[in-house]
C-alpha cells in the first residue's frame, strides 16, 4: 500500500514466529518495509512450525529477527535503545484459553510482564504508534450479540481473557500518562494457513483426516467467528499509519472503547458467526471425508457464541472481514496437506 511505504525505519513485530505474527511480517516485507522480528520460540506448539515460518522471513533482506523473551526487561529495553522503533505492531502473548487453567503463570510473564516491558520501551523510544493484539475473549459473560467495544467487559471467564483486558488498560494509561498512541486489536478466532495446532479448524482437520473422532464441546453447539487471516493483516495494515489522537475531554462520550487519550480499540471479525457443528461440515467437504464426532459438555473456559460489530473498524478503515468460511477453510486444508507431506510454502 501506497501509505506503507512512507514508513521510516523498521517496524517492529513481536510474535513473529507464531502464527499472527509471521503473516503481519510477511505482508510488511512484500509491501516493501523493513521488520525486525522478536519471538522466544517456546515450546507452547512444536517449534518447528516456528521455524518454518521463521525460515521463509529470512529469505527477505529486509528481516532481521532476534531470539529472546520479553519479560526479559532488560533484553527488551536494550532492543528499544538499539533501534528506537517508531512504530510497534506487537503480537506476542501466550495464546490459549484451556492453557490458561494449568499454566497460569506463562501468561502472567507473556501478557503482562511482557506487555509492560513493550510499553516502557515504546515510552523511552518515542514510538510513535503501538498496535497490539487484545481478543475477543475479554468479552467474556456477555452475552447480546453482535459484541460492540462499547460492551462492558469486567467479566472474563478465563486468565487469558482477563489479561488482554488488563493490556488494554495497561495501554490506556500509557498513552494518557505519555501521549502513547496505542490501538487495541480485538481479534475473534483467527484462522488460516500456517495456523496455529491448538486451534479448532487445524485440530477437526487433523482428526477427520486422520479418522479420529472430532470432540465438539457443549454438543458443538457453540457458534464463533473465525477471522480469516488474510482480512486480519489487511485490517491491521491500513490501522498502522492512524495513530490515535488526543482530544478533549469535553467532546468524549466516555465508554469502555473511547476516550480522550490517544487510545483506541477495534474488534476485527466478520460478523458472521458458524456452529461448530455446520464449521465441522464445511470441513468434511473440503477434505472430503466425513468426520466421527464425540459429543460433549460445555467447558467453563467456553463461551456460547461469538460475533463482532465491526463498524468502528470500517469506518476508520474502509474495511471489513469479508473472506467466506468455504474460501478460508478451503484454503487452509489446501495448505495443511502441503505442510504435512513437505510441500507448504
Known sequence: MQQQARIQGPILVTGAAGFIGFHMAQ??????????????????????????RLALLSRHAGFRFKCFDLASRADTAALFVAERFAHVVHLAAQAGIAHSLDHPAAYVDANLVGFANILEGCR????????????????????????????????????YGATKKANELMAHAYAHLFALPATGLRFFTVYGPWGRPDMAIWIFTEAILEGRPVRLFNRGRMRRDFTYIDDVVEAVIRLIPLAPKASSPSTVT???????????????????PVELNALVDVIERATGKRA???????????????????????????????VSIEDGIKSFVEWYRGYKSGQAS
Not at 497490539?132 to 450479540?145: C, D, E, I, L, P
Not at 466516555?254 to 458472521?272: C, E
Open 124 to 159: 523511552h523510544a518515542g514510538c510513535r504508534h503501538l498496535i497490539y493484539a487484545s481478543s475477543s475473549s475479554v468479552y467474556g459473560a456477555n452475552t447480546r450479540m453482535p459484541l460492540r467495544t462499547s460492551d462492558n467487559v469486567d467479566h472474563p471467564l478465563s486468565l
Open 292 to 322: 466421527q464426532r464425540e459429543l460433549l459438555p460445555m467447558r467453563p473456559v467456553d463461551v456460547l457464541e461469538t460475533c463482532a460489530d465491526s463498524t468502528d473498524l470500517e469506518h476508520a478503515v474502509g474495511f471489513k472481514p469479508e
Open 27 to 52: 505482508r510488511l516485507l512484500a509491501d516493501g518495509c523493513a521488520v525486525f522480528g522478536v519471538d522466544d520460540l517456546n515450546d507452547y506448539y512444536d517449534p518447528r512450525l516456528k521455524k518454518a
Open 254 to 272: 466516555f465508554d469502555p472503547a473511547t476516550s480522550a487519550a490517544p487510545w483506541r480499540v477495534y474488534n476485527i471479525g466478520g460478523g458472521q
